[in-house]
Protein backbone atom coordinates (compact mmCIF):
# COMPACT_ATOMS: atom_id res chain seq x y z
CA UNK A 1 0.00 0.00 0.00
CA UNK A 2 3.05 2.29 0.83
CA UNK A 3 4.92 1.63 -2.25
CA UNK A 4 1.14 2.78 -4.29
CA UNK A 5 0.58 5.68 -1.95
CA UNK A 6 4.69 6.85 -3.14
CA UNK A 7 4.09 5.82 -6.57
CA UNK A 8 0.80 8.08 -7.04
CA UNK A 9 2.79 10.85 -5.02
CA UNK A 10 5.39 10.42 -7.68
CA UNK A 11 3.25 10.54 -11.14
CA UNK A 12 1.55 13.44 -9.48
CA UNK A 13 4.73 15.73 -9.14
CA UNK A 14 5.55 14.05 -12.70
CA UNK A 15 2.69 15.57 -13.76
CA UNK A 16 2.54 19.01 -11.90
CA UNK A 17 6.12 19.60 -13.03
CA UNK A 18 5.00 18.54 -16.79
CA UNK A 19 2.09 21.24 -16.54
CA UNK A 20 4.42 23.96 -15.32
CA UNK A 21 7.00 23.18 -17.53
CA UNK A 22 3.83 23.51 -20.37
CA UNK A 23 2.97 26.57 -19.00
CA UNK A 24 6.56 28.36 -18.79
CA UNK A 25 7.17 26.97 -22.56
CA UNK A 26 3.50 28.29 -23.48
CA UNK A 27 5.24 32.07 -21.54
CA UNK A 28 7.86 31.87 -23.61
CA UNK A 29 6.66 31.40 -27.08
CA UNK A 30 4.60 34.29 -26.07
CA UNK A 31 7.19 36.39 -24.90
CA UNK A 32 9.32 35.18 -28.11
CA UNK A 33 6.88 36.34 -30.09
CA UNK A 34 5.97 39.95 -28.70
CA UNK A 35 9.97 40.31 -28.56
CA UNK A 36 10.24 39.26 -31.79
CA UNK A 37 7.26 41.53 -32.93
CA UNK A 38 9.74 44.43 -30.76
CA UNK A 39 12.66 44.46 -33.05
CA UNK A 40 10.66 44.05 -35.92
CA UNK A 41 9.13 47.05 -35.35
CA UNK A 42 11.95 48.92 -33.96
CA UNK A 43 11.06 48.96 -30.74
CA UNK A 44 14.38 47.98 -29.32
CA UNK A 45 14.15 49.03 -25.52
CA UNK A 46 10.52 46.42 -24.93
CA UNK A 47 12.55 43.81 -27.15
CA UNK A 48 15.54 43.80 -24.55
CA UNK A 49 13.07 44.01 -21.56
CA UNK A 50 11.87 40.64 -22.65
CA UNK A 51 15.13 39.16 -24.31
CA UNK A 52 17.36 39.42 -21.29
CA UNK A 53 14.84 37.61 -19.51
CA UNK A 54 14.06 35.13 -22.02
CA UNK A 55 18.32 34.61 -22.65
CA UNK A 56 19.14 34.19 -18.87
CA UNK A 57 17.54 31.04 -18.86
CA UNK A 58 19.30 27.73 -19.55
CA UNK A 59 19.43 26.46 -23.08
CA UNK A 60 18.52 29.79 -24.69
CA UNK A 61 21.44 30.05 -26.66
CA UNK A 62 19.13 30.61 -29.79
CA UNK A 63 18.28 34.16 -28.81
CA UNK A 64 21.45 34.91 -28.82
CA UNK A 65 21.40 36.78 -32.08
CA UNK A 66 18.31 38.83 -31.63
CA UNK A 67 19.74 40.12 -28.30
CA UNK A 68 22.91 40.91 -29.14
CA UNK A 69 21.76 42.83 -31.97
CA UNK A 70 19.19 44.46 -30.15
CA UNK A 71 21.96 46.18 -27.44
CA UNK A 72 23.60 46.85 -29.82
CA UNK A 73 20.93 48.98 -31.75
CA UNK A 74 20.40 50.74 -28.48
CA UNK A 75 24.18 51.28 -28.24
CA UNK A 76 24.40 49.19 -24.86
CA UNK A 77 27.81 48.00 -25.17
CA UNK A 78 28.86 46.78 -22.26
CA UNK A 79 25.94 44.92 -21.71
CA UNK A 80 26.54 43.23 -25.30
CA UNK A 81 30.25 42.37 -24.45
CA UNK A 82 28.93 41.12 -21.14
CA UNK A 83 26.34 38.26 -22.76
CA UNK A 84 29.25 37.79 -25.35
CA UNK A 85 32.36 36.61 -23.10
CA UNK A 86 29.59 34.55 -21.10
CA UNK A 87 28.53 32.76 -24.26
CA UNK A 88 32.19 32.27 -25.57
CA UNK A 89 32.72 30.84 -22.03
CA UNK A 90 29.62 28.54 -22.03
CA UNK A 91 30.99 27.53 -25.82
CA UNK A 92 34.28 28.00 -26.51
CA UNK A 93 34.43 25.58 -29.47
CA UNK A 94 31.81 28.10 -31.57
CA UNK A 95 33.57 30.21 -33.59
CA UNK A 96 29.93 32.60 -34.09
CA UNK A 97 30.75 34.33 -30.80
CA UNK A 98 34.34 35.69 -31.12
CA UNK A 99 33.14 37.18 -34.66
CA UNK A 100 30.18 38.67 -32.37
CA UNK A 101 32.69 40.22 -29.97
CA UNK A 102 34.52 41.66 -33.72
CA UNK A 103 31.43 43.48 -34.73
CA UNK A 104 30.95 44.72 -30.84
CA UNK A 105 34.58 46.39 -31.51
CA UNK A 106 33.17 47.30 -34.69
CA UNK A 107 30.45 49.13 -33.76
CA UNK A 108 32.96 50.80 -30.70
CA UNK A 109 34.92 52.32 -33.53
CA UNK A 110 37.61 49.72 -32.41
CA UNK A 111 38.41 48.24 -35.90
CA UNK A 112 42.52 47.29 -35.22
CA UNK A 113 40.54 45.16 -32.43
CA UNK A 114 37.68 43.80 -34.45
CA UNK A 115 40.56 43.04 -37.54
CA UNK A 116 42.44 40.96 -35.23
CA UNK A 117 40.02 38.57 -34.20
CA UNK A 118 38.30 38.07 -37.83
CA UNK A 119 42.57 38.25 -38.81
CA UNK A 120 42.76 35.12 -36.11
CA UNK A 121 39.83 32.93 -36.94
CA UNK A 122 40.51 32.72 -41.10
CA UNK A 123 44.34 31.71 -40.11
CA UNK A 124 43.30 29.06 -38.31
CA UNK A 125 41.03 27.64 -40.50
CA UNK A 126 41.83 23.86 -41.00
CA UNK A 127 41.58 22.04 -44.25
CA UNK A 128 37.84 20.87 -43.57
CA UNK A 129 35.07 21.97 -45.92
CA UNK A 130 32.51 21.74 -43.32
CA UNK A 131 34.39 24.10 -40.81
CA UNK A 132 35.20 26.59 -43.62
CA UNK A 133 31.25 26.47 -44.73
CA UNK A 134 30.34 26.98 -41.13
CA UNK A 135 32.37 30.25 -40.33
CA UNK A 136 32.10 31.62 -43.31
CA UNK A 137 28.03 31.14 -42.67
CA UNK A 138 28.93 32.65 -39.46
CA UNK A 139 30.64 35.42 -40.95
CA UNK A 140 27.44 36.24 -43.16
CA UNK A 141 24.74 35.91 -39.67
CA UNK A 142 26.87 38.66 -38.89
CA UNK A 143 26.65 40.35 -41.95
CA UNK A 144 30.53 40.33 -42.67
CA UNK A 145 29.43 39.72 -46.15
CA UNK A 146 33.55 40.48 -47.30
CA UNK A 147 35.06 38.23 -44.48
CA UNK A 148 32.84 35.28 -45.25
CA UNK A 149 33.88 35.46 -49.06
CA UNK A 150 37.61 36.04 -48.00
CA UNK A 151 36.98 32.90 -45.87
CA UNK A 152 35.41 30.93 -48.80
CA UNK A 153 38.45 32.06 -51.00
CA UNK A 154 41.30 30.79 -48.16
CA UNK A 155 38.80 27.71 -48.15
CA UNK A 156 39.51 27.07 -51.74
CA UNK A 157 43.41 27.56 -50.94
CA UNK A 158 43.86 25.15 -48.40
CA UNK A 159 41.78 22.69 -50.33
CA UNK A 160 43.17 23.34 -53.51
CA UNK A 161 39.80 23.16 -55.79
CA UNK A 162 38.91 26.70 -56.99
CA UNK A 163 35.62 25.20 -57.73
CA UNK A 164 34.33 24.82 -54.22
CA UNK A 165 31.49 27.32 -52.46
CA UNK A 166 30.93 28.88 -56.17
CA UNK A 167 27.17 28.98 -54.81
CA UNK A 168 27.61 30.64 -51.98
CA UNK A 169 29.77 33.34 -53.40
CA UNK A 170 27.40 33.68 -56.33
CA UNK A 171 24.90 34.40 -53.48
CA UNK A 172 27.12 37.07 -52.03
CA UNK A 173 27.77 39.04 -54.59
CA UNK A 174 24.41 38.89 -56.18
CA UNK A 175 23.01 39.89 -52.48
CA UNK A 176 25.62 42.81 -52.60
CA UNK A 177 25.53 43.65 -56.74
CA UNK A 178 29.18 43.23 -56.90
CA UNK A 179 28.91 43.66 -60.49
CA UNK A 180 32.99 43.01 -61.21
CA UNK A 181 33.36 39.66 -58.27
CA UNK A 182 29.72 38.46 -59.71
CA UNK A 183 31.08 38.47 -64.10
CA UNK A 184 34.67 37.09 -62.37
CA UNK A 185 33.02 33.94 -60.68
CA UNK A 186 30.59 33.21 -63.24
CA UNK A 187 33.21 33.52 -66.04
CA UNK A 188 35.69 31.21 -63.99
CA UNK A 189 32.72 28.69 -63.22
CA UNK A 190 30.94 28.74 -66.23
CA UNK A 191 33.34 26.13 -68.36
CA UNK A 192 33.24 23.46 -65.56
CA UNK A 193 29.32 23.85 -65.02
CA UNK A 194 27.42 25.04 -68.47
CA UNK A 195 23.90 24.61 -66.78
CA UNK A 196 24.68 27.52 -65.06
CA UNK A 197 24.67 29.84 -68.40
CA UNK A 198 20.89 31.20 -68.10
CA UNK A 199 21.33 31.78 -64.43
CA UNK A 200 24.34 34.38 -64.94
CA UNK A 201 22.46 35.83 -67.96
CA UNK A 202 19.31 36.17 -65.98
CA UNK A 203 20.84 37.58 -63.19
CA UNK A 204 23.50 39.83 -64.80
CA UNK A 205 20.52 41.42 -66.88
CA UNK A 206 18.97 42.37 -62.92
CA UNK A 207 22.05 44.22 -61.92
CA UNK A 208 23.53 45.91 -65.17
CA UNK A 209 22.50 49.39 -65.17
CA UNK A 210 23.36 50.67 -68.09
CA UNK A 211 25.48 50.11 -71.71
CA UNK A 212 28.88 50.44 -69.88
CA UNK A 213 28.31 47.22 -67.82
CA UNK A 214 27.39 44.97 -70.89
CA UNK A 215 30.50 46.87 -72.29
CA UNK A 216 33.31 45.86 -69.48
CA UNK A 217 31.62 42.17 -69.28
CA UNK A 218 32.36 41.57 -72.69
CA UNK A 219 35.71 42.69 -72.51
CA UNK A 220 35.95 39.73 -69.75
CA UNK A 221 34.31 37.52 -71.82
CA UNK A 222 37.00 38.23 -75.10
CA UNK A 223 39.65 37.49 -72.90
CA UNK A 224 38.36 34.29 -71.66
CA UNK A 225 37.79 33.19 -75.46
CA UNK A 226 41.48 34.50 -76.25
CA UNK A 227 42.21 31.71 -73.52
CA UNK A 228 39.95 29.01 -74.76
CA UNK A 229 39.23 29.93 -78.16
CA UNK A 230 37.08 26.00 -78.41
CA UNK A 231 34.58 27.03 -75.15
CA UNK A 232 31.36 26.97 -76.61
CA UNK A 233 29.36 28.59 -73.33
CA UNK A 234 31.99 31.17 -73.81
CA UNK A 235 30.62 32.01 -77.22
CA UNK A 236 26.99 31.87 -76.15
CA UNK A 237 27.47 33.89 -73.22
CA UNK A 238 28.68 36.67 -75.70
CA UNK A 239 26.25 36.29 -78.23
CA UNK A 240 24.21 37.10 -75.40
CA UNK A 241 25.91 39.79 -74.49
CA UNK A 242 25.43 41.51 -78.03
CA UNK A 243 22.11 40.81 -78.40
CA UNK A 244 21.44 42.71 -74.95
CA UNK A 245 23.00 45.77 -76.72
CA UNK A 246 20.65 45.29 -79.54
CA UNK A 247 24.16 44.12 -81.14
CA UNK A 248 23.38 41.79 -83.48
CA UNK A 249 25.51 41.65 -86.21
CA UNK A 250 28.64 41.35 -83.93
CA UNK A 251 27.02 38.40 -82.17
CA UNK A 252 26.42 36.96 -85.50
CA UNK A 253 29.85 37.07 -85.99
CA UNK A 254 31.04 35.83 -83.43
CA UNK A 255 29.00 32.53 -83.75
CA UNK A 256 29.89 31.89 -87.42
CA UNK A 257 33.55 32.53 -86.49
CA UNK A 258 33.01 30.05 -83.56
CA UNK A 259 31.49 27.29 -86.48
CA UNK A 260 34.24 28.02 -88.65
CA UNK A 261 37.15 27.59 -85.92
CA UNK A 262 35.41 24.71 -84.48
CA UNK A 263 34.21 22.89 -87.99
CA UNK A 264 31.46 22.45 -85.99
CA UNK A 265 27.74 21.17 -87.37
CA UNK A 266 25.97 24.67 -86.84
CA UNK A 267 24.04 23.70 -83.96
CA UNK A 268 24.96 26.23 -81.76
CA UNK A 269 24.23 28.88 -84.06
CA UNK A 270 20.62 27.12 -85.60
CA UNK A 271 19.29 27.51 -81.80
CA UNK A 272 20.94 30.82 -81.50
CA UNK A 273 19.09 32.31 -84.60
CA UNK A 274 15.73 31.82 -82.44
CA UNK A 275 17.11 35.17 -79.95
CA UNK A 276 17.58 36.85 -83.37
CA UNK A 277 14.28 36.12 -84.79
CA UNK A 278 12.70 36.78 -80.75
CA UNK A 279 14.53 40.09 -80.99
CA UNK A 280 12.93 41.10 -83.99
CA UNK A 281 16.35 41.04 -85.69
CA UNK A 282 14.75 39.78 -89.15
CA UNK A 283 18.12 40.61 -91.27
CA UNK A 284 20.57 39.27 -89.15
CA UNK A 285 18.55 35.85 -88.41
CA UNK A 286 18.19 35.22 -92.77
CA UNK A 287 21.73 35.87 -92.98
CA UNK A 288 22.80 33.29 -90.69
CA UNK A 289 20.33 30.79 -92.12
CA UNK A 290 22.26 31.71 -95.58
CA UNK A 291 25.41 30.60 -93.81
CA UNK A 292 23.87 27.49 -93.08
CA UNK A 293 22.47 26.74 -96.83
CA UNK A 294 26.33 26.85 -97.52
CA UNK A 295 26.94 23.74 -95.25
CA UNK A 296 24.84 21.47 -98.40
CA UNK A 297 21.73 19.54 -98.69
CA UNK A 298 23.56 16.61 -96.72
CA UNK A 299 24.12 18.78 -93.73
CA UNK A 300 21.05 18.03 -91.13
CA UNK A 301 20.15 21.35 -90.81
CA UNK A 302 19.69 22.11 -94.20
CA UNK A 303 16.00 21.77 -94.53
CA UNK A 304 15.03 23.39 -91.17
CA UNK A 305 17.31 26.75 -92.18
CA UNK A 306 15.44 26.79 -95.43
CA UNK A 307 12.27 26.47 -93.89
CA UNK A 308 13.12 28.98 -90.97
CA UNK A 309 14.51 31.52 -93.50
CA UNK A 310 11.50 31.58 -95.51
CA UNK A 311 9.21 32.04 -92.41
CA UNK A 312 12.11 34.89 -91.13
CA UNK A 313 11.81 36.94 -94.65
CA UNK A 314 8.06 36.14 -94.37
CA UNK A 315 8.21 37.91 -90.70
CA UNK A 316 10.05 40.84 -92.17
CA UNK A 317 8.27 41.77 -94.88
CA UNK A 318 5.16 41.41 -93.57
CA UNK A 319 5.75 43.62 -90.65
CA UNK A 320 5.91 47.14 -91.09
CA UNK A 321 6.56 48.74 -95.05
CA UNK A 322 7.34 46.14 -97.61
CA UNK A 323 7.07 46.73 -101.48
CA UNK A 324 4.90 43.70 -103.57
CA UNK A 325 7.95 42.65 -105.63
CA UNK A 326 9.54 41.30 -102.09
CA UNK A 327 6.12 39.63 -101.51
CA UNK A 328 5.56 37.93 -104.93
CA UNK A 329 9.63 36.92 -104.35
CA UNK A 330 8.67 35.27 -101.14
CA UNK A 331 5.33 33.65 -102.55
CA UNK A 332 7.73 32.15 -105.54
CA UNK A 333 9.99 30.67 -102.94
CA UNK A 334 6.91 29.19 -100.85
CA UNK A 335 5.95 27.66 -103.81
CA UNK A 336 9.32 26.75 -105.22
CA UNK A 337 9.34 24.60 -101.67
CA UNK A 338 5.92 23.20 -102.43
CA UNK A 339 7.46 22.03 -105.29
CA UNK A 340 11.01 20.48 -104.72
CA UNK A 341 9.10 18.61 -101.27
CA UNK A 342 5.39 18.42 -102.61
CA UNK A 343 2.31 19.42 -100.92
CA UNK A 344 1.89 16.92 -97.64
CA UNK A 345 1.04 17.02 -93.94
CA UNK A 346 4.95 18.36 -92.95
CA UNK A 347 4.84 21.27 -95.64
CA UNK A 348 1.44 22.20 -94.31
CA UNK A 349 2.84 26.02 -93.13
CA UNK A 350 4.05 26.39 -96.35
CA UNK A 351 0.47 26.45 -98.04
CA UNK A 352 -0.41 28.17 -95.31
CA UNK A 353 2.01 31.21 -95.24
CA UNK A 354 1.48 31.02 -99.17
CA UNK A 355 -2.69 31.74 -99.11
CA UNK A 356 -1.56 33.97 -96.31
CA UNK A 357 0.82 36.19 -98.83
CA UNK A 358 -2.01 35.60 -101.98
CA UNK A 359 -5.13 36.51 -99.67
CA UNK A 360 -3.78 39.50 -97.77
CA UNK A 361 -0.86 41.27 -99.38
CA UNK A 362 -0.46 40.13 -103.17
CA UNK A 363 -4.40 40.92 -103.90
CA UNK A 364 -4.75 37.01 -104.87
CA UNK A 365 -7.49 35.72 -103.16
CA UNK A 366 -9.01 33.30 -105.23
CA UNK A 367 -5.44 31.50 -105.55
CA UNK A 368 -5.62 31.46 -101.56
CA UNK A 369 -9.16 30.07 -101.63
CA UNK A 370 -8.15 27.14 -104.32
CA UNK A 371 -4.94 26.44 -102.30
CA UNK A 372 -6.92 26.15 -99.10
CA UNK A 373 -9.81 24.11 -100.57
CA UNK A 374 -6.97 21.71 -101.80
CA UNK A 375 -5.25 21.28 -98.32
CA UNK A 376 -8.19 20.16 -97.11
CA UNK A 377 -7.87 17.09 -98.80
CA UNK A 378 -4.42 15.92 -98.09
CA UNK A 379 -4.60 12.54 -96.69
CA UNK A 380 -3.17 12.12 -93.41
CA UNK A 381 -3.72 16.18 -91.58
CA UNK A 382 -4.54 15.81 -88.04
CA UNK A 383 -8.19 16.95 -86.99
CA UNK A 384 -7.04 20.35 -85.32
CA UNK A 385 -4.95 21.50 -88.05
CA UNK A 386 -7.71 20.60 -90.40
CA UNK A 387 -10.14 22.90 -88.60
CA UNK A 388 -7.62 25.59 -88.66
CA UNK A 389 -7.47 25.63 -92.19
CA UNK A 390 -11.09 25.37 -92.42
CA UNK A 391 -11.00 28.89 -90.11
CA UNK A 392 -8.32 29.89 -92.83
CA UNK A 393 -10.41 29.56 -95.66
CA UNK A 394 -13.86 31.15 -93.77
CA UNK A 395 -11.55 33.90 -93.41
CA UNK A 396 -10.41 34.28 -97.29
CA UNK A 397 -14.01 33.85 -98.44
CA UNK A 398 -14.88 36.61 -97.34
CA UNK A 399 -11.97 38.74 -99.19
CA UNK A 400 -13.53 36.98 -102.01
CA UNK A 401 -17.41 38.45 -101.63
CA UNK A 402 -18.72 34.91 -100.54
CA UNK A 403 -19.98 35.80 -96.57
CA UNK A 404 -22.41 32.88 -96.97
CA UNK A 405 -19.75 30.70 -97.60
CA UNK A 406 -18.03 31.76 -94.91
CA UNK A 407 -20.44 31.69 -92.39
CA UNK A 408 -21.28 27.95 -92.87
CA UNK A 409 -17.30 26.85 -92.83
CA UNK A 410 -17.28 29.02 -89.25
CA UNK A 411 -20.27 27.17 -87.80
CA UNK A 412 -18.72 23.58 -89.10
CA UNK A 413 -16.02 23.98 -86.96
CA UNK A 414 -17.78 25.39 -83.96
CA UNK A 415 -20.11 22.36 -83.80
CA UNK A 416 -17.28 20.14 -85.06
CA UNK A 417 -15.33 21.55 -81.84
CA UNK A 418 -17.88 22.52 -79.74
CA UNK A 419 -16.64 23.91 -76.40
CA UNK A 420 -13.11 23.87 -77.39
CA UNK A 421 -10.75 26.66 -78.25
CA UNK A 422 -10.73 26.36 -81.60
CA UNK A 423 -14.74 25.65 -81.92
CA UNK A 424 -14.95 29.00 -79.68
CA UNK A 425 -12.75 30.89 -82.05
CA UNK A 426 -14.84 29.74 -84.93
CA UNK A 427 -17.92 30.98 -82.98
CA UNK A 428 -16.28 34.21 -82.88
CA UNK A 429 -15.28 34.51 -86.16
CA UNK A 430 -18.77 34.12 -87.04
CA UNK A 431 -19.70 36.85 -84.79
CA UNK A 432 -17.03 39.12 -85.95
CA UNK A 433 -18.22 38.68 -89.63
CA UNK A 434 -21.87 39.20 -88.94
CA UNK A 435 -20.81 42.40 -87.14
CA UNK A 436 -18.93 43.83 -90.31
CA UNK A 437 -22.09 43.06 -92.07
CA UNK A 438 -24.46 45.30 -89.52
CA UNK A 439 -25.63 42.45 -88.46
CA UNK A 440 -25.30 43.95 -84.37
CA UNK A 441 -27.71 41.82 -83.04
CA UNK A 442 -26.96 38.35 -83.72
CA UNK A 443 -22.93 39.46 -83.61
CA UNK A 444 -23.94 40.38 -80.34
CA UNK A 445 -26.01 37.30 -79.35
CA UNK A 446 -23.23 35.51 -80.26
CA UNK A 447 -20.55 37.09 -78.26
CA UNK A 448 -22.70 36.82 -75.18
CA UNK A 449 -22.28 32.96 -75.74
CA UNK A 450 -18.55 33.54 -75.83
CA UNK A 451 -18.32 35.41 -72.62
CA UNK A 452 -18.51 32.23 -70.64
CA UNK A 453 -15.83 30.71 -72.94
CA UNK A 454 -12.65 28.56 -71.00
CA UNK A 455 -10.09 30.66 -73.60
CA UNK A 456 -9.64 34.03 -71.61
CA UNK A 457 -8.43 35.85 -75.11
CA UNK A 458 -11.44 34.83 -77.20
CA UNK A 459 -14.16 35.89 -73.66
CA UNK A 460 -12.37 38.56 -73.39
CA UNK A 461 -12.70 39.67 -77.02
CA UNK A 462 -16.05 38.78 -77.34
CA UNK A 463 -17.10 40.91 -74.08
CA UNK A 464 -15.29 44.05 -75.50
CA UNK A 465 -17.73 43.41 -79.19
CA UNK A 466 -20.66 42.94 -76.87
CA UNK A 467 -19.88 45.96 -74.89
CA UNK A 468 -19.33 47.97 -78.10
CA UNK A 469 -22.45 46.93 -79.63
CA UNK A 470 -24.72 47.05 -76.92
CA UNK A 471 -22.93 50.89 -76.25
CA UNK A 472 -23.75 52.44 -79.69
CA UNK A 473 -26.49 50.78 -81.02
CA UNK A 474 -29.41 52.58 -78.53
CA UNK A 475 -30.12 55.31 -81.45
CA UNK A 476 -30.12 55.55 -85.61
CA UNK A 477 -27.16 58.11 -84.73
CA UNK A 478 -24.74 55.63 -82.68
CA UNK A 479 -26.27 52.98 -84.93
CA UNK A 480 -24.89 54.63 -88.22
CA UNK A 481 -21.45 55.64 -86.66
CA UNK A 482 -21.03 51.87 -86.00
CA UNK A 483 -21.76 50.98 -89.22
CA UNK A 484 -18.98 52.47 -90.20
CA UNK A 485 -16.74 51.68 -87.61
CA UNK A 486 -17.34 48.13 -88.73
CA UNK A 487 -17.05 48.94 -92.39
CA UNK A 488 -13.19 50.30 -91.22
CA UNK A 489 -12.52 47.51 -89.08
CA UNK A 490 -13.31 45.15 -92.21
CA UNK A 491 -11.27 47.50 -93.94
CA UNK A 492 -8.65 46.36 -91.85
CA UNK A 493 -9.04 42.83 -92.02
CA UNK A 494 -8.60 43.00 -95.41
CA UNK A 495 -4.99 44.58 -94.66
CA UNK A 496 -6.44 48.19 -96.37
CA UNK A 497 -4.80 49.88 -93.52
CA UNK A 498 -4.83 53.32 -95.37
CA UNK A 499 -8.29 53.65 -96.31
CA UNK A 500 -9.23 51.59 -92.54
CA UNK A 501 -8.09 54.88 -91.18
CA UNK A 502 -9.27 56.98 -93.59
CA UNK A 503 -12.79 55.72 -92.66
CA UNK A 504 -12.08 56.12 -89.06
CA UNK A 505 -10.95 59.57 -89.47
CA UNK A 506 -14.46 59.90 -91.39
CA UNK A 507 -16.44 58.92 -88.37
CA UNK A 508 -16.04 61.94 -86.12
CA UNK A 509 -16.81 64.25 -88.99
CA UNK A 510 -19.76 62.98 -90.30
CA UNK A 511 -20.93 61.99 -86.49
CA UNK A 512 -19.92 64.28 -83.97
CA UNK A 513 -21.23 63.58 -81.18
CA UNK A 514 -20.44 59.85 -81.43
CA UNK A 515 -19.40 57.51 -78.60
CA UNK A 516 -16.67 55.60 -80.46
CA UNK A 517 -13.59 57.78 -79.93
CA UNK A 518 -11.97 55.08 -77.57
CA UNK A 519 -12.42 52.46 -79.67
CA UNK A 520 -11.38 54.49 -82.68
CA UNK A 521 -7.59 55.15 -81.31
CA UNK A 522 -7.61 51.44 -80.29
CA UNK A 523 -8.12 50.39 -84.17
CA UNK A 524 -5.82 53.21 -85.24
CA UNK A 525 -3.38 52.03 -82.81
CA UNK A 526 -3.26 48.58 -83.68
CA UNK A 527 -2.85 49.51 -87.76
CA UNK A 528 -0.01 51.62 -86.51
CA UNK A 529 1.51 48.31 -84.65
CA UNK A 530 1.07 46.64 -87.17
CA UNK A 531 2.78 49.24 -89.97
CA UNK A 532 6.16 48.83 -87.10
CA UNK A 533 4.78 52.71 -86.30
CA UNK A 534 5.26 52.58 -82.48
CA UNK A 535 5.46 55.90 -81.45
CA UNK A 536 1.90 56.86 -83.52
CA UNK A 537 0.86 53.78 -81.59
CA UNK A 538 1.90 54.86 -78.43
CA UNK A 539 0.32 58.05 -79.24
CA UNK A 540 -3.28 56.61 -79.56
CA UNK A 541 -2.70 54.13 -76.80
CA UNK A 542 -1.92 57.61 -74.41
CA UNK A 543 -5.05 59.06 -75.55
CA UNK A 544 -7.05 56.23 -74.33
CA UNK A 545 -5.51 55.28 -71.05
CA UNK A 546 -5.69 59.80 -70.14
CA UNK A 547 -9.16 60.25 -71.77
CA UNK A 548 -11.27 57.38 -71.03
CA UNK A 549 -10.77 55.88 -67.81
CA UNK A 550 -13.79 54.16 -67.33
CA UNK A 551 -13.66 52.88 -71.25
CA UNK A 552 -13.77 49.30 -72.36
CA UNK A 553 -10.19 49.44 -74.02
CA UNK A 554 -8.45 51.28 -71.12
CA UNK A 555 -6.67 47.96 -69.61
CA UNK A 556 -5.72 46.86 -72.91
CA UNK A 557 -3.95 50.19 -73.67
CA UNK A 558 -1.92 50.36 -70.55
CA UNK A 559 -0.71 46.53 -71.05
CA UNK A 560 -0.32 47.52 -74.82
CA UNK A 561 1.74 50.81 -74.29
CA UNK A 562 3.77 48.75 -71.51
CA UNK A 563 4.69 46.15 -74.44
CA UNK A 564 5.69 48.43 -76.48
CA UNK A 565 8.37 51.09 -74.22
CA UNK A 566 9.66 47.48 -73.00
CA UNK A 567 9.82 45.85 -76.12
CA UNK A 568 9.79 48.04 -79.01
CA UNK A 569 10.85 51.51 -77.89
CA UNK A 570 13.23 50.77 -75.41
CA UNK A 571 11.68 52.96 -72.69
CA UNK A 572 11.96 50.46 -68.97
CA UNK A 573 10.93 53.27 -66.93
CA UNK A 574 7.67 53.84 -69.31
CA UNK A 575 7.12 50.11 -69.37
CA UNK A 576 6.90 49.75 -65.91
CA UNK A 577 5.11 53.09 -65.25
CA UNK A 578 1.93 51.50 -67.64
CA UNK A 579 2.48 47.90 -65.97
CA UNK A 580 2.09 49.62 -63.15
CA UNK A 581 -0.93 51.79 -63.73
CA UNK A 582 -2.67 49.05 -64.99
CA UNK A 583 -1.91 46.30 -61.95
CA UNK A 584 -3.15 49.14 -59.57
CA UNK A 585 -5.95 51.18 -61.74
CA UNK A 586 -7.53 47.74 -63.24
CA UNK A 587 -6.53 44.58 -60.55
CA UNK A 588 -9.60 42.43 -62.39
CA UNK A 589 -8.18 42.89 -65.50
CA UNK A 590 -7.48 40.13 -67.67
CA UNK A 591 -4.22 41.11 -68.91
CA UNK A 592 -3.46 42.15 -65.01
CA UNK A 593 -1.38 38.73 -64.00
CA UNK A 594 1.05 39.58 -67.05
CA UNK A 595 1.25 42.45 -66.35
CA UNK A 596 2.50 42.28 -62.44
CA UNK A 597 4.59 39.17 -63.67
CA UNK A 598 6.40 41.81 -66.54
CA UNK A 599 6.80 44.73 -63.69
CA UNK A 600 8.29 42.25 -61.23
CA UNK A 601 10.84 41.26 -63.95
CA UNK A 602 11.96 44.50 -65.14
CA UNK A 603 12.42 45.68 -61.81
CA UNK A 604 14.19 43.32 -60.79
CA UNK A 605 12.93 40.94 -58.25
CA UNK A 606 14.76 38.22 -59.62
CA UNK A 607 17.95 38.98 -57.82
Known amino acids: MNRLIVFAFLMLSWNVQAQISRNNQAVLNDESALATQYYRDGDY ?50 DAYPIAMGKLYEEQGNVSSANKIFTDIIAKLPKDEFKIRNLANNFYRFENYDLAVQ ?8 LGNDQLFTYELLNIYRYKKDKPMLMQEYLDVLPSTPQLLPQAENVLSMIFEDKSDYQTFQTAILRKIQKAPDAEVYIKLLTWNYIQQQEFEPALRQLIAFDKRTKADGGTLFNAIYTFVDNG ?20 YYLPSKIEMLSTRYNLQTSGKYTTADLSLLAKDYQGLLDEYGKNRNTLFAIKKLANLQAYYLNEAAKAEKGLEEALQIPGIGTADLGQLKLDLGDVYILTNQPWEAFLVYEQVSKQFESQPIGNEARFRSARLSFYQGNFEYSNGQCQVLKAATSQLIANDALNLSLLISDNIQTPTDSNALKMYADAEMLEFRNLPARAIKKLDSIGISYPQNELADAVLMSKAKIFIKSADFQKAADMLKKVADNFKDGIWTDDALFTLGDL ?13 YFQQLITDYPGSMFSAEARKRFRNLRGDGV
Do not use: C, W
Not at 47 to 67: T, W
Not at 151 to 158: A, E, I, P
Open 281 to 300: AYETAIKAYEYLLTKGKESQ
Open 151 to 158: TFKQGRKL
Open 45 to 94: EKAVVLLEKMFANPDNEGYFDIYFNALLKLKRYDAAEKIVKKTIKQHPEN
Open 565 to 577: YEKKLHDIVQAKS
